[in-house]
């Protein structure tokens, strides 16, 4: 396993825009894929993005879809979700999550949490009207 840490988050108007980071200090983490979820106060954990180890695929939650943009920078060891258009139902704390159990596996089911087996410990996105 990895630890995957997240940053960006905040306090933000509707329409305005966020990028999140994640990184983790070890460099196998450049070769998992890496999942975005969300959890808002009293619902379940919810997809939101994904991107494969190469970054050739992506995968995003159809309430996001021309909004977020998933992308990875395997130099800096980074995967970012640049967040656009922001709602107010868009706010949630926001959980990178990797996949180290298939390195360098591009194929399989991105969407389901229990596909990743390390999680950050969230960052807060709150998005006023």
């Known amino acids: 396993q990895v630890q995957p840490v997240e ?15 994640c990184t983790a200090s070890e460099r196998t983490f450049s070769s998992y894929a890496v999942g975005w979820f969300h959890q ?3 619902k379940e ?21 021309g909004r ?4 990875r920078d395997n130099a800096k060891n980074t995967v970012y979700l640049q967040m656009n258009n922001l ?7 926001y959980y990178c999550a990797a996949d180290s159990r298939t390195p360098f ?4 089911y991105f969407q389901g949490a229990s596909r ?3 999680w950050g410990q969230g960052t807060q996105v709150t998005v006023s009207s």
């Not at 940053?7 to 980071?21: D, E, I, P, Y």
């Not at 709602?87 to 704390?93: G, N, S, W």
């Not at 596996?105 to 399989?108: F, R, V």
């Open 7 to 21: 940053s960006g988050g905040g306090l933000v108007q509707a329409g305005g825009s966020l990028r999140l980071s």
């Open 40 to 42: 808002a106060p009293g």
């Open 45 to 65: 954990r919810e997809f939101v993005a994904a991107v494969g180890w190469t970054g050739g695929n992506t995968y995003y939650a159809d309430s996001v879809k």
């Open 68 to 71: 977020f943009i998933i992308s």
């Open 87 to 93: 709602k107010p139902e868009d706010t949630a704390v």
């Open 105 to 108: 596996y591009s194929g399989g």
């Open 116 to 118: 990743y087996d390390s």
